[in-house]
């Protein structure tokens, strides 16, 4: 779903899948993507090579295999980043309750963690 306030220059992607969750087919996302981007309860696949503004994800699984380069990264409510490939975050992410699996190393985090920046 797209929500644009039509005031505001950029809207919010936004993908829930409700009550199925993160255990449903992923949506597949490619391309770059300058919106805010809101996971909600979903399993989300971003291909090949992208950039996107800020993702915040919460109780969902989000994967990649390609180079991903993001703003700002928000994870909570469980959810897990399992990254194949190489993940660099320009302006910060926070981890709460969630999982980051970096290339088979598994990172779970059960309190909130800050960093101002990564490359993975």
Known sequence: MYL????QALGVLVIHNGTTGSNAVPTELSGDIAEPLTVR?????LQGTLTLGTMDVGGSVV??????????????GQSTW??????TIH??????NSTLINNG??????STWWWTSANM
């Open 41 to 45: 309860n979903a399993s989300v696949e």
């Open 4 to 7: 644009k306030d039509k005031a």
């Open 82 to 87: 399992i990254n194949n490939g190489t993940l």
């Open 91 to 96: 302006d910060g992410y926070t981890v709460q």
């Open 63 to 76: 994967r990649h295999e390609g180079a991903v380069t993001l703003g700002e990264l928000a994870l909570s």
């Open 105 to 110: 190393d598994f990172h779970p985090l059960s």
